[in-house]
């Protein structure tokens, strides 16, 4: 038989799969009696104005914005992201806000979406396209005031443990 882990930890997975209440049921069924479930996620409410240079970018070259509402609501509160917890069947559930804060200069914005963020659109752009949407990306986010590439951004740390009962 295979041990069973007494630690499980997600980092801003549980956005990305089909079904956040199956994920966090799978991992308290994989863990072992008493084992503890931990997970940082992104939490509701946060904004970046870089972001909406960017699709505003986008736009102007004749591509489409990204989807703001792709994957799954984000808990709007670690309340929030408590219940999920507790709805999946685990116990002692704690949950704390906190926040992501990253400064970019504009260089530094558009490398993270041309080489990470949103790199399958860049890679499948011609030569031509591609500079003309890294140049006017440029230009908008220079443009911004330098608070505007400040990313500041809501997360929760969550932590639940699974019953010494199973």
Known sequence: TSKQPAYVSMAFV?????????????????LA???TLAFAGWMAGGSFPADGAYDEALVAAGLEPRDPGAGHADPASPGAAAAILRRAGFAGVQARASAVEHHYTPEGYLAFVARFDDEDLFTTLDARNRETLEADLLARLRALPPDDLRMRLPIVYATGRRSARG
């Open 14 to 30: 549980l956005q990305l799969v089909p079904s956040r209440h199956r994920a966090l049921r799978e991992a308290r069924r994989v």
């Open 33 to 35: 009696p008493g084992g």
